[in-house]
């Protein structure tokens, strides 16, 4: 069984300040893990993955994100927040037993504040 | 930049009544995904689809829903009798392959709202 915990369901933060939200999981077996992002009226894009290589995973839009077994966490981070970053961040698992499903969080809406 | 389609995007119906929801994967994807996002709630997995049979349903999955790959191009979700708690957000997505490394491609999703 497998599970995804978004630690914050909204988090705000000033234009061109860090971004942090928080991501833990649960697996029984070795995970892939994937942020997407959704904007308004759009499908869920793929910021990031990680697979079982490097343990820092950058992605598009300036977004990284690492995976930190030992935390089950996998925390995404952006140094300098952008107006376009404002958006809906889903904390996605995929467990390695074979299921063919993606196990989402339940999301956090960024906010940026001019 | 290929990209998932669904039509339509929004979706309204009167309890009981079927409804077809449809999708078009990237064209040389091959598995195939339904998912639903009832409002407030997490993104549920509900069915995947290979080679013109279900791979994987979840326990949502019920009689009640089908899926259909009727042309080259089109994948389909259908509700025989749709209930009030169907509503919902449902996203079509589509993969090249299974291994759980895969991308999988979502589409921008159709709002269905049964009264």
């Known amino acids: 069984a497998q599970s995804v915990t978004q630690l914050d369901s909204h988090v705000s933060v000033s234009e061109g300040t860090p971004v942090l939200l928080r991501c833990n999981y649960s697996s029984s077996y070795s995970p892939s893990l994937f942020w997407y992002v959704q904007h308004p009226n759009k499908g869920l894009q793929l910021l990031l993955k990680?697979?079982?290589?490097?343990?820092l995973v950058k992605g598009i839009n300036g977004f990284e994100a690492e995976f930190k077994k030992s935390e089950t966490s996998f925390h995404l981070t952006k140094p300098s927040a952008h107006m376009s970053d404002a958006a809906e961040y889903f904390c996605v698992v995929r467990s390695g037993g074979g299921a063919d499903g993606l196990t989402f969080g339940k999301g956090t809406h960024l906010i940026i504040q001019p | 930049e290929p990209e998932v389609t669904q039509t339509p995007s929004h979706q309204v119906t009167q309890m009981g009544q079927e409804v077809i929801l449809r999708c078009v994967p990237i064209?040389?994807?091959?598995?195939f995904y339904w998912y639903r996002q009832i409002l407030g709630q997490k993104v549920e997995f509900l069915v995947s689809?290979?080679?013109?049979?279900?791979?994987?349903k979840s326990e949502i999955f019920d009689d009640q829903f089908s899926v259909e790959r009727p042309d080259g191009s089109n994948f389909t979700l259908k509700i025989r009798s749709t209930k009030l708690e169907d509503s919902a957000m449902y996203f079509c997505?589509?993969?090249?392959?299974?291994?759980?490394?895969?991308?999988?491609?979502f589409g921008p999703g159709t709002r269905l709202l049964v009264l």
């Open positions: 064209s040389n994807h091959l598995y």
């Open positions: 997505a589509s993969s090249e392959a299974r291994n759980r490394q895969e991308t999988q491609y």
């Open positions: 990680y697979t079982s290589a490097a343990t």
């Open positions: 689809f290979y080679n013109n049979e279900i791979s994987e």
